[in-house]
């Protein structure tokens, strides 16, 4: 009977866990939902970067604009072009970049990485200055609510879970 109680109370926890996974994941996704996917690669950069700007299920000419590089067409048929980062982008900003295909538009953001190249490059970049560490993969900033609600998922999971396997065989009989 123990054996069960301990059983059940570890599948607790572990689906109350499961579930604020996708909710945290989904916080940081910056992508629009369109009927096509698209993609910058790398998405960040140094200025004076080139990057590729991919498209799939687009039936359409894509058009691609942004404020750090100059607009470019994806033709119909074609998956990627390349765009060239101006020089002037701003180290540590993020900048929107739009995808246009048949009237429908999605966007996400590119990353200006911090330091330059000597020289305009293709990806991968070289290491100008180092590693800056301590700020994570993610650009997106906190939302309380959301951790709040996650830790207040597991807080009470935990709770009940702990409960369940500490319960005694001896009140059930009253």
């Known amino acids: 009977m123990h054996a069960i109680r301990v059983a059940s109370a570890a599948l607790l926890g572990v689906t109350a866990l499961a579930f604020a996974a996708p909710a945290a994941q989904a916080a940081v996704m910056n992508n629009d939902v369109t009927s096509f996917g698209f993609s910058v690669v790398p998405s960040t950069i140094a200025a004076g970067g080139q990057v590729t700007l991919r498209v799939d299920g687009c039936n359409d ?35 929107r970049v739009t995808f246009n295909c048949g009237g429908e538009s999605g966007r996400t953001d590119l990353t200006i990485a911090i330091g330059r190249p000597s020289e305009p490059t293709q990806y991968p970049l070289p290491v100008q200055r180092g590693v800056h560490a301590g700020e994570g993969g993610s650009v997106a900033g906190f939302d309380l609510k959301e951790i709040g609600l996650g830790a207040a998922l597991i807080a009470g999971s935990l709770t009940v879970a702990y409960r369940l396997s500490r319960r005694r065989t001896g009140d059930d009989n009253a």
């Not at 750090?68 to 002037?88: E, L, M, Y």
């Open 61 to 95: 000419d894509t058009r691609v604009s942004s404020g750090v590089f100059d607009p470019v067409t994806i033709p119909k048929g074609h998956k990627s072009a390349r765009a060239n980062v101006d020089w002037d982008a701003k180290p540590g900003a993020s900048y």
